[in-house]
């Protein structure tokens, strides 16, 4: 069947057309001659029929007879009907297949749109990415950069800890001149201490000696005493001025002895601070952040041991003045 309108008639007209311009009877040209309207198979089945009504046409019936008509007939007639069944069912075929083309062009329009939408979802994925490895390429950079700056501070941070180095060692050559010194002044400390006590040891024995002497002039004036009446008043007067003298001097000597252990008390309690520093330092000579407090503390005893040494001298000056005084002092006149 005719879905567009096209007839038999249209077709014969358009055969007739192109056989008159002398071209070529196709299924092309004689749809360009119907204007481009009606299928190529309604087209192709109604040329079949115009061919077929050809071939059956007999120009000189004349010669058949009835029963030869009538069978050519009933042959043209069946022929007629086998081919239009034929057509009918190739019709049919293309029209299933041109369907199921239809539903394939729409399933492909489908899957074009969907790979049209997946390949825009991709190339905004792609987009994305680019713009996300651009980011990161920027923060690679500037990772390079704050790199690059962390190794310029790192390089100024060496600097500075090998001159802090430098710093720390130059203290500690310090302090052991330091530690010298204090050794040495110590040293000479106790070389002088050992030389007071020696002088006072000598000035007690010069002292004693005195005072043995005294004693012995005592003993032999109170012999004279017996013997000379008219002087025991005065030798009584002289010996208690004598024996005043010589309690305020054995008073002078316990005091001076009681001084001397005081000092020596002092000077050990400083010889165990000193010894207390010594194992301190020695435990705590491995960190360095201490040892500016540990070169000022060895400087304040130092300047202690100055003001105590400076606090002794002026004690064995003192003793010496007294020592000078008690020999200054009048001695037992002799009868």
Known sequence: MARTGITKEDVRDARQRLIDDGQSV?????????GNTGSRSTIQRWLRELENDDSTVLHDEQLLTDAIKTTVVQLARQLQEEALAKIAQAEAVHEAEQENWQRLTGNLRIQVLDLTEQTDALQLRLSSSEDSNKKLLEARQQDAITLSEL??????????????????????????????????????????????????????????????VAQQTVVVKQQEASNLQAQVQHLTTTLQHVQTSSADLKEQMVSLQTERRQLERQLEHRNTLYLEQQKAFDLKCHDLKQLQVHVSEAKATETLLLQEKAALTAALTTQQQLWQQFSLSPTVPES
């Open 26 to 34: 196709t299924l092309d040209s004689l749809r360009i001659k119907l």
């Open 151 to 212: 190794n310029g501070a790192n390089t100024h941070l060496k600097s500075l800890l090998a001159t802090k180095e430098q710093q720390i060692s130059s203290l500690e050559d310090k302090y052991q001149h330091a530690r010298q010194t204090l050794e040495h002044y110590s040293i000479s400390v106790q070389k002088q201490r050992e030389q007071d006590e020696q002088r006072h040891d000598h000035q007690i024995q010069k002292m004693q000696a005195d005072l043995r």
